[in-house]
């Protein structure tokens, strides 16, 4: 049996961006939203518990756990792509990392031809919605719902880490967010009081109880509903039922960089030659619906430590858990509050770079994969990737099944700077790993291991090992109207699509420098403006700025 609903809004997701369009749109009272997410409430202990992260890795019913195609520049490997399935999305099951990326990325998205979306008309949304403890000031804002918070406890692996990269000349830094990244320190996370603060917590728990917003979980989406070309409502399962939620103004793309594209070649939107073969009806023939994907490949150098300080030691024994859990319990300290990534290097590998072209995550521990089973040594991990690939790759239909998951294609390394990037990141991290004080600490370097040594050994080694930092954007992105490959414009409506807008990375032209959570929260805070103000240009009759670009 069918059941209809209708709302002002519909949400297709619960992430890094959902949560926020839930609450801002709520806000007033006056609307009435809806937030489907595909996922269970985020009720799970270890979504709270900051280094709980490597026990929802690989949990199916909080993860898609997706894997991309064979990829050609890697092999033929098929690589796990984690994606959140919870209130909170990505943001419930991440590293934590509180990070905006640099200056020159929004620039570059302005320069592009996306009016307002410059690094000084970001910067008042990114502070709006933090609560950063290093206090305020002209790039930081506190009275946000979203903490960033300081790493207090100091490890004497971090402060060799950050004490080495001082002496190859990167300076020392406290703060990574005021638009220039370059320097090496500890990072922020965004956590408070020892607990994950995922967008769920900081922004969808405040709103949870308003009569006008609905939030329903384990309900998928499966299609769009289209009305002579308008977006009027979605098709969603939940509980085995398949129901209908109609949109009185707009249906909200927030599915992430790889599902919001899906449903969009789903219901008739994306390339027309693709979609016919899968005998989906064209509704609008966009041609960069899919495309544009980006993310950063990391490469994870491992070290054993000489000494008994890694968690490795702590989390191989009962005693060493145990007392881990304690500090949690009792005082919600210790490593747990904390998470595996604590120490932050932003630099230039390559000597033409004009900004920081590769980032470090140095963990105070060691597995053959993030979130796998730690090694039975002393390890930590030097993760560094490269801040802005020119890959490109591509998602695409598996099939006309709405529940079958896309096809990834992520194409790493398919350029000649990223190939030079990636042998020039691991030869910096050798570089700092063999300084001291890091090197007193170093027994040996496990992997890539001290046999690779030549660029091509290097650069085989990255084909063979690399893996994604869990940042995919771009696949829906934002641009002008003349750009054959835009699917959104300057206020993320859909173009030629009427009361559909996207809201999530998959809008990002190009990748930001750094970790992608804390910009897609800033783009859900900037959408929820633009939202609300063409609501009261509707309300008053007005047209919407530049409807021309939406029609």
């Given amino acids: 049996m069918d059941t209809t609903e209708n709302v002002d809004y519909v949400i297709v997701g619960a992430g890094s961006a959902g ?18 997410e595909a996922g269970p409430p985020d009720s799970n202990p ?28 890697m092999l033929n490997r098929e690589i796990y792509w984690p994606r959140g399935k919870t209130l909170g999305g990505c943001s419930s099951i991440n590293g934590l990392i509180y990070v905006r990326g640099q200056k020159q990325d929004y620039d570059h998205w302005a320069a592009l031809g996306n009016e307002g979306w410059s690094w000084e008309e970001c910067l008042p949304y990114f502070r709006r919605i933090e609560n950063n403890d290093l206090g305020p000031g002209p790039t930081r804002g506190t009275q946000g719902p979203l903490h960033a918070t300081s790493i207090r406890t100091r490890n004497e692996l971090v402060d060799a880490f950050i004490a080495s990269a001082e002496n190859n ?15 090496a320190g500890y990072y922020q996370l965004t956590t408070h009081r020892g607990r994950r603060c995922s967008t ?22 499966s299609a769009i509903l289209t009305e002579q070309g308008r977006a009027v409502g979605v098709r969603y399962r939940q509980d085995g039922v398949m129901k209908t939620l109609r949109a009185r103004r707009e249906v909200i793309l927030s599915a992430g960089a790889l599902q919001s594209p899906q449903l969009m070649q789903l219901s008739g939107i994306g390339p027309a030659a693709m979609l016919q073969k899968f005998g989906i009806p064209v509704v609008r023939d966009m041609a960069g619906v899919g495309r544009n994907l980006q993310d950063h490949l ?50 230039k590998a390559l000597p033409e770079a004009a ?23 002393s390890g930590c991990t030097f993760s560094v990737c490269q801040l802005r690939p020119e890959s490109r790759g591509h998602l695409e239909l598996r099939s006309a099944d709405p529940f079958d998951a896309p096809a990834i294609h992520p194409n790493y390394l398919s350029t000649d700077l990223d190939r030079r990037t990636a042998i ?10 063999a300084t001291e004080p890091m090197a007193g600490l170093m027994a040996r370097e496990f992997r890539p291991g001290h046999e690779v040594r030549s660029d091509e050994e290097i650069l085989h080694f990255c084909r063979e090992y690399g893996a994604t930092i869990f940042h995919p954007t771009g696949t829906a992105r934002m641009g002008r109207a003349d750009d054959p490959l835009a699917v959104v414009d300057a206020r993320l409506r859909v173009h030629g699509v009427p009361g559909l807008r996207v809201v999530d990375a998959s809008i990002m032209p190009t990748l930001v420098s750094g970790n992608t959570n804390v910009p897609i929260v800033m783009v859900a805070e900037r959408a929820s403006e633009f939202i609300l103000a063409d609501a009261r240009r509707q309300d008053s009759g007005a047209h919407a700025p530049d409807a021309r670009l939406a029609a």
């Fill in 169 to 183: 000349g990167i300076a020392r830094v406290q703060d990574f967010n005021t638009g220039d990244q370059e320097g």
């Fill in 298 to 347: 990391q490469f994870r150098l491992i070290y054993e430590v000489n000494k008994p300080i890694s968690d490795n030691d702590r989390l191989r024994s009962l005693w060493g858990k145990a007392s881990m859990g304690l500090q949690w319990l009792l005082f919600r300290g210790g490593p747990l509050s904390i998470g595996i990534n604590q120490g932050a290097i932003f630099c």
């Fill in 19 to 36: 949560c926020v369009l839930a609450n801002r749109l709520s806000e007033n009272g006056k609307y009435t939203v809806c937030l489907l």
């Fill in 355 to 377: 900004t920081p072209d590769i980032q470090f995550h140095f963990g105070t521990l060691s597995a053959d994969m993030a979130g796998g089973k730690v090694h039975d040594f």
């Fill in 46 to 73: 270890w979504i709270h518990i900051p280094i709980g992260y490597g026990k929802t890795m690989f949990n199916p019913r909080l993860n898609w756990g997706f894997h991309t195609q064979p990829d050609p520049n």
């Fill in 200 to 221: 769920a917590v900081a922004f969808l728990n405040p709103a949870r109880e308003r009569p006008n917003l609905r939030i329903k979980t384990l309900a998928q989406a």
């Fill in 424 to 433: 020039a990141s691991i030869k910096m991290a050798r570089r700092i790993a």
